[in-house]
């Protein structure tokens, strides 16, 4: 039940995006001037660095993230997010591998010309790994995630920002692990197009 409901959350991102797109003028017409239309919908593509600080019984890691997505009418931003870290047990041998695989919905808030602040909200599948750990068997396995996050981007032009942000992230219990939640601190590079 947990997997439709992921696959339907990034149905319904994309979706949203392909309905969302529509045509119309942001500026007048007159008998000489047609203004161009301003483009209600464009792309991004957002790689960024991440920091796990440790949690439940792993040590800190580091990884990647890479996020794609429309940003509609300029503040709404409908992304697919995936990430990619790995934390060593705290405790005697063995390693977890973590890879969040999300649809996202933030809105992009401008506090001055060129800084902004993006809350928001995120959910889809976690997919787990673990290897060596006495007790928890080294299998696959995928839980149900979900959580918010806060953003700020400082714009260098009206397509390149750079920005720094947070995430709190839930994760249910699935198999032999129990339900957590976890934080992810990155630094990011966005793309609009």
């Given at each position: ?131 060596d ?37 839930h ?13 992810l ?9």
């Open positions: 039940m947990k997997k439709q409901i992921a696959i339907s959350l990034i149905a319904v991102a994309f979706a949203g995006t392909a309905l969302a797109q529509s045509s119309g003028y942001y500026g007048t017409q007159s008998t000489a001037t047609v203004y161009a239309p301003e483009r209600q919908v464009t792309g991004f593509i957002e790689p960024s660095a991440i920091y796990v600080p440790a949690h439940d019984g792993s040590d800190d890691a580091f990884g990647g993230a890479l996020s794609v997505g429309a940003i509609i009418h300029k503040h709404h931003m409908l992304g697919l997010d995936i990430a990619y870290f790995e934390a060593d047990y705290d405790i005697g041998p063995g390693k977890m591998k973590f890879m969040p695989l999300t649809t996202s919905y933030q809105f992009a808030l401008p506090l001055s010309k060129h800084v902004q602040v993006r809350p928001g909200v995120f959910g889809g599948a976690m997919f787990e790994k673990s290897k750990r006495p007790g928890i068997s080294s299998s696959n396995r995928t839980a149900f995630t979900y959580g918010a996050s806060l953003g700020l981007d400082c714009t260098i032009n009206k397509n390149v920002s750079i920005g720094v942000s947070g995430k709190w992230m994760v249910d219990d699935v198999k032999d692990l129990r339900e957590r939640d976890m934080a601190v990155g630094v990011n590079f966005s793309v609009r197009f």
